[in-house]
């Protein structure tokens, strides 16, 4: 029997996360649960964060039974985990900003975290900082937009992204030393393009989402090669737009959401 992971987000972001998990390991079985009834969690307060996320990964949990949970939203993790980890029994994944490899990687010492207005003020950001960038002049940029044009993307909705992008990315343009770029929320990967065009190109982008892959892959180490295709499962707190359905999740081969409430 293939070991279950439970992918959680607000959103789809999460699903550039399970991407790349599902790479690595493809014959595991995955559900995704998105938290579509709170979105956006970038704006929601820590306390109120907290009481949601860990009410509702208590049930999921209870409910899906999955052998590993990956918090694929780093709004939810940079505060959530302690407390996900006391609650439950398996273990919990958390995606955080990748502050470490953009700090290996900026040969200017000079780093953009672009996230959500929840995640650039965060403690564990600070602290991540402190830990692995210390030497780096930081800049910060919370935007929720851009997780709604993530979402918008994703939903096949035609826009003008490039220039939106353009507009939100606007104060970092004359910054001609930033040469990296955390983008340190799940759904910007599905706009790293606009955002690296938007700067000109003179940024690499980095995400969590490869370190999560292999985290899983060293937890879970024994998933069977002999499974014939992957189960997936996708679950969301309130209705979804069919159109997000059909042109966005299917991509990831989720064709059916189920309610959970
Ligand atoms: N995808 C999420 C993250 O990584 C949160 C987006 C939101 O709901 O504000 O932070």
Known sequence: MSKHILFFDSGVGGLSVLEETRRLNPYYCYSYLFDNHCFPYGELSEAALLKRVATLLDA??????????????????????????????????????????????????????LATPG??????????????????????????????????KLAGESLDYRREVTEIVKPWSTLSSLDCVVLGCTHFPLLKEEVTQALGGRVSCVDSGE???????????????????????????????????????????????????
């Open 60 to 113: 999921a949990a209870a409910r899906l039974a999955p052998n590993l949970v990956v918090i694929a939203c780093n709004t939810a993790s940079t505060i959530v985990l302690p407390v996900l980890r006391r609650h439950l029994s398996v273990p919990v994944v958390g995606v955080v900003p990748a502050i470490k490899p953009a700090a290996k990687l900026s040969a200017n010492r000079h780093i953009g975290l």
């Open 119 to 152: 995640t650039v003020k965060r403690t564990y950001t600070e602290a991540l900082i402190n830990e692995f960038a210390a030497d780096c002049r930081i800049e910060f940029l919370g935007s929720t937009r851009l997780v709604e044009l993530a979402e918008m």
């Open 211 to 261: 370190a999560i892959a292999r985290r899983v892959a060293s937890l879970l180490p024994d998933a069977s090669s002999s499974a014939v295709s992957p189960i997936l499962h996708a679950y969301a707190t309130k209705a979804v737009d069919q159109r997000l359905v059909e042109r966005g999740l299917a991509k990831y081969g989720f064709n059916h959401i189920q309610l959970f409430n």
